[in-house]
């Protein structure tokens, strides 16, 4: 597929907003179609009109980031996703797909899979601030981890558990562990045996 950058003008016109749902933060395009759409419009209308207008120039990087924005404020998440995805393989020349895409698994729980796209975002773009940011977070959501998972093995340890509290103010959540970020419990190393059933009661007698 031909890889078509975004004009230099659109670039530098790329501003980042903060979503504040998630932790990490989305980069927004502004892109400037032939007919924008009004202040009126709601965001269904506007992803009809880009998606319009991708029918007739589908390798447009610009709608097509536009697109994936839409559909990231009509809470398609899934589909967002998806298009940001594309983006990174049809378009892998541009940083702000991958930053975007790291957002979305972020978002799911996917701090390991969003640390290598945040790094291919730097890649592309070693000056891209808000990719180094949100780099920053998936490390030190990584290093929470790693720590809930090590307060798992050994008795308690008053060093860790005041590393774990600085962890947890750094990126401005509440102290302690998911539940997910704990090992699960061993099983039991002695198996269960059935209760026996009663012994049958001896005749009566005479």
């Known amino acids: 597929m031909p890889q078509i950058p975004l004009p230099p003008a659109l670039r530098r016109a790329i501003s980042r907003t ?16 032939a007919a924008p759409p009004t202040p009126q419009d709601d965001d269904a209308t506007r992803l009809a009109a880009v998606e319009l207008d991708l029918r007739q120039t589908p390798q447009d990087a610009a709608l097509r980031f536009r697109r994936a924005r839409l559909l990231e404020s009509a809470g398609r998440l899934a589909e967002a996703e998806q298009a940001w995805r594309q983006m990174t393989l049809d378009f892998p ?30 890649l592309r773009d070693p000056d891209y601030r808000l990719a180094r940011l949100n780099l920053a977070d998936v490390l030190l959501a990584q290093a929470h981890q790693a720590g809930c998972l090590a307060a798992d093995i ?52 005479r």
């Open 93 to 122: 020349q541009l940083a702000e797909p991958f930053n975007n895409l790291a957002v979305r698994r972020a978002a799911a729980g996917d701090v390991d899979g969003a640390r290598p796209l945040l790094e291919q975002a730097l």
């Open 18 to 33: 903060c979503l504040p749902a998630l932790t990490l933060a989305l980069s927004a395009s502004m892109p400037t179609l």
């Open 154 to 205: 050994g008795p308690p340890d008053a060093t860790l558990d005041g590393r774990l509290q600085a962890l947890a103010r750094l990126r401005g959540t509440t102290p302690g562990c998911p539940p997910a970020w704990r090992r699960p419990a061993a099983p039991s190393s002695v198996p269960s045996t059935p209760s026996a059933p009663p012994a049958p009661s001896a005749p009566g007698g």
